[in-house]
């Protein structure tokens, strides 16, 4: 029996070593250019039961108490396969559904913070480990924190109710 852990390769989301740590944010499509708004992402493949359940419960419970302390703030999840659920979210302010993109690394430099609010979460997110590897603050649910093996309150957040993710982001 072996045990594999999971892992990114840090230098290809280094957004020094990928070139995109500028004060020029790349652009992206389908994303508005207006890069004063507080942007927050997600990602993941977004036919996944559990991330169609997190971006859904994030964009009811905490975007709109975040929209109320950041009237521009943006929400996008980016992710290939989204179902109609998730792409309807995008029919609401602030939110984009970008679905396939080529490349998450733009998006990860783009965002102000990672959302990872998944309410059932098994074993290590790479989602996390990927925003944390581009240098972007991440807020994580308890059950996706379980899996990661850094230090809460110092290499990211833990947040549960949606007050703490206001907090938190």
Same mark, same amino acid.
């Given at each position: 029996?072996?045990?594999?852990?999971?892992?990114?390769?840090?230098?290809?989301?280094?957004?020094?070593?990928?070139?995109?740590?500028?004060?020029?944010?790349?652009?992206?499509?389908?994303?508005?250019?207006?890069?004063?708004?507080?942007?927050?992402?997600?990602?993941?493949?977004?036919?996944?039961?559990?991330?169609?359940?997190?971006?859904?419960?994030?964009?009811?419970?905490?975007?709109?108490?975040?929209? *109320?302390?950041?009237?521009? %703030?943006?929400?996008?999840? +980016?992710?290939?396969? !989204?179902? &109609?659920?998730?792409?309807?979210?995008?029919?609401?302010?602030?939110?984009?559904?970008?679905?396939?993109?080529e490349d998450i690394r733009p998006y990860l430099a783009r965002a102000d913070c990672c959302v990872v609010p998944l309410k059932l979460a098994r074993g290590?997110?790479?989602? *996390?480990?990927?925003?944390? %590897?581009?240098?972007?603050? +991440?807020?994580?649910? !308890?059950? &996706?924190?379980?899996?990661?093996?850094?230090?809460?309150g110092v290499d990211y957040l833990v947040a549960d109710a949606p007050v703490d993710y206001v907090e938190a982001i």
């Amino acid at each position: 029996v072996a045990i594999l852990k999971n892992g990114v390769d840090t230098s290809h989301f280094d957004p020094v070593h990928c070139g995109l740590a500028t004060t020029e944010s790349p652009e992206l499509p389908g994303v508005p250019p207006d890069r004063s708004a507080v942007t927050l992402v997600f990602t993941g493949v977004m036919d996944y039961a559990p991330n169609v359940e997190a971006v859904e419960w994030f964009a009811d419970r905490v975007f709109p108490l975040v929209r *109320a302390r950041h009237s521009d %703030a943006r929400f996008l999840v +980016v992710g290939n396969r !989204p179902t &109609a659920r998730v792409n309807r979210l995008g029919e609401r302010a602030g939110i984009t559904v970008t679905g396939f993109v080529e490349d998450i690394r733009p998006y990860l430099a783009r965002a102000d913070c990672c959302v990872v609010p998944l309410k059932l979460a098994r074993g290590v997110q790479n989602k *996390a480990l990927e925003a944390m %590897a581009a240098a972007r603050p +991440v807020v994580l649910s !308890p059950g &996706a924190h379980e899996g990661v093996r850094a230090v809460p309150g110092v290499d990211y957040l833990v947040a549960d109710a949606p007050v703490d993710y206001v907090e938190a982001i």
